[in-house]
């Protein structure tokens, strides 16, 4: 009948868009867990990630007072990914939340606290830049590390920030200041470290090639000193310390508070 045509039609395409659905689930599942896989031996053995973690928690431990028990400080790690950092923080004794944009990502990360059985620690599929995504206040610290230059809308996630913090709260953002190519980022390793911090670096540089190719075509948004410290003071905050940091320099640290005012 002609009047069945349109619904067999449009049953086709809802069966076509499912599984195209499921196919990209799928893929993007196996691209998480490869992720993190990756991530896993990077996070645990690359020397400039282990410099980054030590300066973040350093800064992290040195804004709370020593008579505060460290479970009544609440913590949010803004895009996550496989919550590695997230982890470590929780193992340090901070009440922890991750929070990711990417689901898949989310779910390796739920993984690793289910395997390491931290209770004071949460993950969360969300973007904060959508607003409301968590209550005005709700913590004492935040923490982003270098997602901000592939955000499409890095001003949104900094005003979203400094919401969820309660006044006065501190947090530690890192950027990319430029490109980090692969090539040229070992040659200028090789030339101020020697061959084998260069060899070293291709575990970082290459597969972070690769998965930003294949899953962050926004942006990028490279901010020095100076474009830094006004995006963060437009979005309620006062910088407190900047540093470069990681790979010869090649990211931007900054300490910033929330403004009691704001």
């Known amino acids: 009948m002609p009047s069945g045509a349109p619904a067999s039609g449009t049953l086709g395409v ?44 350093g800064l992290v431990e040195a804004s709370v007072p020593g008579s505060v028990d460290r479970r009544d400080v609440r913590v949010l790690d803004i895009a996550c990914g496989p919550g590695n950092f997230t982890c470590l923080l929780a193992e340090a004794g901070f009440s922890m939340t991750g929070l990711d944009t990417y689901g898949a990502l989310v779910e390796v990360a739920k993984e690793k606290r289910r395997a390491r059985h931290l209770s004071n620690l949460a993950f969360r599929h969300a973007d904060l830049a959508r607003g409301n995504t968590l209550r005005e206040g709700a913590f004492d610290q935040v923490v982003n590390i270098h997602s901000l230059y592939v955000h499409p809308a890095p001003d949104l996630l900094l005003k979203e920030a400094c919401r969820v913090l309660k006044p006065g709260g501190h947090a530690v953002f890192v950027n990319h200041t430029r490109q980090l190519g692969q090539w040229a980022t070992v040659r200028e390793i090789k030339q101020r470290e020697g061959l084998g911090a260069a060899l070293r670096a291709l575990l970082w540089v290459l597969p972070n090639s690769i998965f930003e190719a294949l899953r962050m075509p926004i942006g990028p948004h490279y901010w020095d000193e100076e474009a830094f410290s006004t995006h963060l003071g437009q979005a309620g905050f006062t910088v407190l310390e900047t540093r470069r940091t990681f790979l010869n320099g090649a990211s931007l640290l900054v300490w910033a508070r929330k403004n009691v005012e704001a």
């Open 14 to 57: 809802g069966v076509m868009n499912s599984l195209v659905g499921g196919v990209r689930g799928g893929l993007d599942r196996m691209l998480s867990v490869a992720y993190g896989v990756v991530y896993d031996y990077i996070f645990e053995r690359f020397t400039p990630y282990q410099r980054l973690q030590a300066e973040i928690r």
